[in-house]
């Protein structure tokens, strides 16, 4: 194959690969169907017909709900946003703790601080990089309010493990499902696994809206906490005679009627899709795994893989050179795509080791939560906590995003050759 081009070689692909990008007719037909109707929001902060969003918002909740299966799907403007209403909906006080994964992007963790609460974060586990269930039961306290699950890169946790200790302890299950849309747990939906679930329309999810959420649930007293943290509870609960007025301090997290009217027709594609992207997992798994230094990743018994992005295994000793110089060598034969880097080191460094933890400072700068009256815990952040996390970012794993349905085969052949040129040349690393 030729010199590598990270020492001067011809690189494998010389021009940019494809734009990942799902806006078509139908969208521009939903919006120009709201512009029209001339109310781009019909939200009102107040007890009133209203309350609950204009058309396109109830019909966006009504097609996610039926989509997925589940009783309540309640719109909102990040999932994000989402998050922060369902660790407000199940209760949770100052000074209680919440059982979170390192490996992840920080609101699946700071959801927890919104209201008060600790972040405790638990190791992941080794070969499906989702939080692990012996690492959550070693964490439990009985401050232990709840846990927020991710399903990281897109595959479903262990939600028979994982909801047997909270059934068991009386916690509630929150399931980050931003990165898994489709994905399936013994034919249940990621999302609708644990007591409250949120999904994600940011930009650069399987399907989108720009911003936005979605929270999902079975349970009718948790659905109608989350509606009303997302529309200004405390100007609503008086009229609406809610009494169990915990958490009711409401916020502005409300979706726009473009938004739903595009997440609709967003929604519509979903499935093709998720079908475009696994096949694309697939045939780039059989084509690079003859290489015996990679470990491309595994797929939990009875379940399917979203594969919001390709989490790939590197191990140093059979290569006998660093994942980073692996990657180095990779990216240079492959020209970026126009919103980013095409290889990601590590994915995300463990959240516990961001300056707020290290320094136990959040809400002003005396410590709060951590360090107050109301908090009768040692929490503990130093480095070495989750030991496989930290292996995972700092030495073994790394990923891409050059599997998406914009990928032809022509395309991923490229991304093939370019791991096969590095490892055959890797004597020149």
């Not at 948790?222 to 916020?251: C, P, Q, W, Y």
């Not at 292996?391 to 022509?410: G, N």
């Amino acid at each position: 194959m030729g010199k590598l081009a990270i020492n001067g070689g011809k690189p494998v692909r010389t021009r940019p690969f494809p734009r990942y990008n799902t806006i078509g007719k139908e969208e521009k037909k939903a919006v120009n169907r709201v512009l029209s109707s001339g109310i781009l929001s019909r939200f009102l902060g107040c007890w009133d017909k209203d309350f609950y969003g204009g058309k396109e918002i109830q019909a966006l909740e009504y097609e996610w709900a039926k989509y997925f299966r589940v009783k309540h799907a309640i719109a909102v403007n990040s999932c994000t946003s989402g998050l922060y209403c369902a660790v407000g909906a199940v209760g949770v006080e100052p000074g209680q703790e919440i059982i979170v994964s390192p490996y992840t992007m920080s609101a699946s963790a700071t959801a927890a601080l919104i209201f008060n609460a600790v972040p405790v974060f638990a190791d992941i586990e080794e070969d499906y990089f989702c939080i692990d269930p012996e690492s959550i039961e070693k964490k439990i306290t009985s401050r232990t309010k709840a846990i927020i699950i991710v399903d990281i890169f897109g595959l479903p946790y262990n939600a028979d493990a994982i909801n047997k200790i909270a059934k068991k302890r009386g916690i509630f299950v929150i399931e980050d499902a931003a990165q898994a849309p489709g994905a399936l747990y013994k034919n249940r939906f990621a999302g609708t696994l644990g007591d409250i679930g949120v999904y994600s329309l940011n930009y650069h999810k399987h399907i989108h809206c720009g911003e936005g959420g979605i929270v999902v649930a079975n349970n009718d007293r948790l659905a109608e906490r989350v509606r009303l943290i997302r529309n200004h509870a405390e100007s609503v609960v008086e009229d609406k005679k809610v009494t169990d007025l915990a958490n009711m301090i409401g916020f502005n997290f409300r979706m726009t009627e473009i938004e739903a009217a595009i997440a609709r027709s967003q929604l519509r594609k979903l499935k093709k899709l998720l079908r475009e992207r696994q096949e694309n997992c697939d045939y780039f798994a059989r084509h690079i795994s003859d290489i015996p230094a990679l470990k491309v990743p595994k797929v939990r018994p009875g379940c399917t893989h979203a594969y919001y992005a390709y989490p790939i295994k590197f191990n140093e000793n059979i290569a006998g050179i660093s994942r980073k110089r692996f990657v180095e060598a990779v990216s240079a034969e492959l020209v970026p795509v126009k919103s980013g880097l095409v290889m990601n080191l590590g994915y995300a460094k463990p959240l516990y080791l961001q300056p707020m933890y290290q320094k136990k400072i959040a809400y002003g700068s005396s410590g709060c939560p951590f360090k107050k009256p109301w908090y009768d815990g040692n929490i503990n952040y130093r480095k070495g906590i989750c030991p496989v996390t930290e292996r995972m970012y700092e030495k073994e794993l790394f990923s891409h995003e050059l599997i998406k349905p914009s990928m032809a085969k022509k395309d991923l052949d490229d991304v093939i050759k370019a791991f096969h040129k590095a490892w055959q040349h890797r004597d020149e690393l």
